[in-house]
């Protein structure tokens, strides 16, 4: 069974900096493309960032492009996701994803449970 976990989260003003990380575990990461999706209060969840297998391909939304960098240690099975000049637009629930093929979109074939990121203004 395959189970994602992230942790990083927290409560940081504008301007500040957070990393992101989540774990793969049931199947080794390099199985999967990794990504990084967010769903703010009331709002559906969007994508934010996709890395392929082995990293050497990266896609980023434009909201966050040039802020956010995801990474990845497939000898760790964690992905990674680098928030950098937060905004309080930035403020929500932020998902890692997995799946065999690599997707620009909120399709994916698994899911970990979030954590929240807070942009203070």
């Known amino acids: 069974q395959v189970q994602l976990v992230e942790s990083g989260g927290g409560l940081v003003q504008a301007g500040d900096s957070l990393r992101l990380s989540c774990t793969v575990s049931g199947r080794t990461a390099s199985s999967f493309a990794l990504g990084w999706s967010r769903q703010a209060p009331g709002q559906v969840r969007d994508f934010v960032a996709v890395?392929?297998?082995?990293?050497?391909?990266?896609y980023y939304d434009p909201s966050v492009r040039g802020r956010f960098t995801i990474s990845r240690d497939n000898a760790k099975n964690t992905v990674y996701l680098q928030l950098n000049n937060l905004k309080p637009e930035d403020t929500a629930v932020y998902y890692c994803s997995a799946d065999t093929q690599l997707r620009v979109g909120a399709q994916y074939d698994y899911w970990g449970q979030g954590t929240q990121v807070t942009v203070s203004s």
């Open positions: 890395i392929s297998k082995t990293g050497d391909y990266t």
